[in-house]
């Protein structure tokens, strides 16, 4: 089905959750955020940052400290609860909000209550319609109380960190929890009414085997999964300091990375899933993801891939991204400064980037070429990228008919590597990226 070829996969590329990315963000002029509020125009849709989880593992990325001091978490929440009041009142009249999404960290290392009392504030303060929640969890903490508070929220989709089901894996990881708790999580949100529930699971973690994912792959499916995000592990311990705690000896190479990415995949379209881009999958039929990937409106945002089209995203919560037509923002990522300003009724930007018009044309192009695997090309940017595209042309893994590109199935884990051909930022950026896959 796909074939190997490291002169491709040589160089790191960005997921492209947004364009430009976050690399390239910087200093922005304060009053840039309050007039792209004010000036909304369509649904918006929110994403509130709980940064804290119980356990902290050793791979893990994000932006998250330890819950065990309640008076931190306290403090934060109420700087939230200012926020979410803050950014709602900038809003213009008769903004509608549809989607709510709840991430982090772990939204569920806070108390069930607190959790409640969120969604309250958010039915308070903004215009809801009939709005979608979603929400992240880790199966290590979950409760049937925190399960009651999803039933009574109303939670329809929720993700679940699993990662893989090896022990050894786990282990390394800093991440150990046992099949029963994850099959206990997932009865618990089944019988709350969850009806599109994700497991993520990661490939090329140290001292995996392809047996070691397989069997993930088909625990996961056993336990009946509407969508599967497999990932690549990027290992960026300059990054991400706890990294640094892993034992790297028996890391899977990029030969043995590419060979799990295939059997992954392969796997997942052959046992009833339908492929979103290369690396993500939903059962077709009743999943709202394989509808999206089937007619066309599948999008991806900070969430990665998604049917919301809104073309408005409004992040709450420490170093949360909104996105906005003209600018990306992030908020400010030191939880102690964001509880100071959100706390005193101000905005919390710490940086961002204006999105000009030819970084929307490149960017409609990345995310066309991601999520449908085509997109229209003007010829202008076309003759930009033509010898460095020559190459997955004349391998088949890429056509070009006129204008229009597309990347072919042998072509799809090519498919960050041939979006990055139309982003200029990566021909000045030192920061170094994922593997591609």
Not at 321 to 348: C, W
Not at 375 to 404: I, K, M, N, S, Y
């Amino acid at each position: 089905m796909w074939t190997y070829h490291p002169d491709l996969l040589a160089t790191p590329v960005p997921r492209y959750t947004s364009f430009p990315t976050a690399a390239e963000f910087g200093d922005l002029w304060p009053g840039d955020h309050r007039k792209a509020l004010q000036s909304v125009k369509g649904d918006v849709s929110l994403y509130l940052h709980i940064p804290f989880c119980e356990k902290i593992c050793f791979y893990c990325g994000c932006n998250t400290g330890a819950a065990g001091k309640r008076g931190r978490l306290e403090s934060y929440l109420t700087a939230l609860h200012c926020e979410i009041a803050t950014v709602s009142a900038l809003l213009p009249e008769g903004t509608r909000v549809r989607r709510v999404s709840f991430g982090g960290g772990s939204p569920n290392a806070i108390a069930p209550d607190e959790f409640l009392a969120l969604v309250h504030a958010l039915e308070q303060n903004f215009e809801l319609e009939d709005p979608t929640y979603s929400i992240e969890l880790d199966p290590r903490t979950m409760t049937r109380e925190f399960a009651a508070a999803i039933e009574t929220a109303g939670v329809e989709r929720a993700s679940l960190g699993v990662q893989t089901f090896a022990e050894h894996c786990q282990r390394r990881i800093g991440r150990i929890q046992s099949e029963d708790t994850i099959v206990q999580a997932t009865d618990w949100l089944r019988s709350a009414g969850v009806t599109s529930l994700n497991f993520d699971l990661m490939y090329g973690l140290p001292g995996q085997s392809r047996d070691d994912l397989l069997d993930s792959l088909t625990r996961t499916r056993v336990l009946g999964a509407d969508r599967v995000a497999l990932f690549g592990y990027a290992h960026v311990p300059h990054i991400v300091p706890r990294q640094r705690a892993i034992d790297t000896s028996d890391m899977p190479g990029a030969e043995e990375r590419f060979a799990m990415a295939k059997l992954g995949f392969g796997y997942m379209v052959t046992h009833g899933y339908t492929p979103v881009g290369f690396d993500h999958f939903a059962k077709p039929g009743g999943d709202p993801l394989a509808h999206a990937a089937f007619d066309g409106t599948l999008r991806r945002n900070f969430q990665g891939f998604t049917d919301d089209g809104a073309p408005n995203l409004i992040g709450l919560g420490s170093s949360a991204i909104s996105s906005f037509p003209n600018l990306l923002v992030q908020n400010e990522k030191n939880s102690g400064k964001y509880r100071m300003r959100a706390g005193a009724g101000l905005l919390v930007p710490e940086r961002g980037v204006m999105r000009s018009h030819d970084d929307r044309e490149r960017g409609a192009i990345i995310e066309a070429l991601l999520c449908h695997s085509r997109a229209t090309v003007p010829h202008r940017l076309l003759a930009e990228v033509q010898d460095r595209l020559a190459v997955f042309v004349e391998r088949g893994f890429a056509t070009l008919e006129g204008e229009r590109l597309a990347i072919e199935t042998e072509g799809l884990p090519y498919a960050r590597t041939i979006a990055a051909l139309f982003d200029p930022y990566r021909a000045e950026s030192q920061r170094r990226f994922s593997s591609a896959v």
